[in-house]
């Protein structure tokens, strides 16, 4: 998002099960694993698009998500300057479906960042196609010149075709995971930006600058 010049959030395309669109990963020790999943309950039908997912509200998973975080960060450095938001975005605040509450949590971690690029809803795009064919077709009707892929999307599911039809560029995300001091170790990669924040603050803006694009 930081390399972007506008990031487009994917709201129209089908809810995934068991990956991060309704949940992450905070790393606690006396986890097997080194890590937990906070998750966010949903009643998702097959094929539905996110934009339309629902959040499954009989069970107070709320409240666990948020005593689960006061636990884990309480001795965490930053986490002061987050709790308040924490708080009443999981305990006090009710959610029905699941984007308005994922657009919170974004839009919020964006502004701690300190990213300025701005946000775009895919379901406020007229683009019509398929993976790699609606990628291309949201980055035509934006104005794009070029597409900025994650590193391994080539290798994954990523169809240069399309955007080479309408004159599109792509770029790739070079990505190399930085390390920080956690209130455990040894160091666990590839958690929720939220660790970073409670336990670097501001700092955390410094790990940014090293991260390049690359053909």
Not at 36 to 63: C, F, M, S, Y
Not at 67 to 89: D, G, H, I, S, V
Not at 174 to 190: G, K
């Amino acid at each position: 998002m930081a390399h972007a010049d506008e990031f487009v959030i994917l709201d129209t395309v089908p809810f995934r099960k068991n990956y991060f669109q309704n949940r992450n990963r905070i790393p606690v020790k006396a986890s097997k694993q080194g890590w937990i999943w906070l998750t966010v309950p949903v009643r998702a039908r097959h094929g539905q698009p996110i934009n339309e997912v629902a959040i499954d509200n009989t069970t107070a998973w709320g409240k666990k998500i948020w005593k689960t975080m006061e636990q884990t960060y309480a001795k965490a450095p930053f986490f002061n300057a987050y709790k308040q938001f924490l708080r009443e975005t999981f305990l006090e605040k009710k959610w029905n479906l699941l984007q308005p509450l994922n657009l919170e949590l974004i839009t919020y971690l964006k502004a701690q960042l300190q990213i300025k690029t701005p946000l775009v809803l895919a379901s406020d795009i007229k683009a019509t196609g398929m993976k790699s064919q609606l990628l291309a077709s949201i980055c035509a009707a934006r104005g794009a010149s070029t597409y900025l892929a994650g590193q391994t999307a080539k290798q994954l599911y990523l169809d240069e075709t399309p955007f080479k039809q309408n004159g599109i560029a792509v770029i790739y995300h070079s990505f190399s995971h930085p390390t920080y001091q956690q209130l455990q170790s040894p160091f666990v990669t590839d958690m929720s930006v939220i660790d970073l924040l409670c336990n670097k603050g501001d700092n955390a803006l410094k790990l940014f600058h090293t991260q390049k694009t690359h053909p």
